[in-house]
């Protein structure tokens, strides 16, 4: 299937060349939203109804809040979706493929074929706030984060009972810091304030990482001329 982009802004799932981007087409059979502005290009674009799907790059937040939401049956050839990357680290395989309760087959089908194509895996989940690699390890994460401060453990420690008791081939708290804790606190604070659930509230080690991300940004902003 023919497909055409549209670049938003920086794309998270794709910041680098990839399959996917080279067998773009103009005036494509389907439509794709790419960037962190893809879902403001998608609310100002027009001809979707005429396009076997529609895709829009999502970061931590609902489809939904694009498309907007009826009585728990919206949904049409608009489907939402994300490659997931954990912080700095390059994208992995997986793509995140998010249907609302009204979403045709039809679309979901043709989204998944064009991103296997690319030599991409999909999984498909319901429009919630994360989607599913998120909500599932981000409370994992911050336990780790909080059992450190409590001295549970050393982080060398705590890394290696995991790796080695659950088989797991990186700790958490080596994962996150290689990949960004700042990021973390970013997106748990998200999730934090969608869901509400404690579960999600950034670890403080999370909230200090990123408070100095802000606070040397600033600086390079001052020491500009």
Known sequence: MHYEIVHAGQSRSFPEPHAFLE???????????????????????????????????????????HTGESRGKEGSNVVGFARFRLGEADPSPLVELVRQPGTTAAAIEAAKAVFKAAGLVVAVCNDFPGRIVDRLIRPYFNAALRRLDEKLASADDLDKTLCLGLGYPEGPISLL???????????????????????????????VAAQREERAEVCVQRALP
């Open 177 to 207: 810091e290689r990949t960004g804790l700042a990021h973390h606190c970013h997106v748990t604070q998200a999730l934090h304030e969608a869901l509400g659930q404690e579960p999600y509230a950034p670890a403080r080690r999370a909230r």
């Open 23 to 65: 067998q773009a087409a103009p005036r494509g059979e389907a439509l794709f939203y790419l960037g962190a502005d893809a879902g403001y290009a998608y609310s100002n674009g027009q001809g979707h109804e005429s396009r076997v799907f529609v895709a829009v790059e999502l970061g931590t937040e609902c489809l939904g809040f």
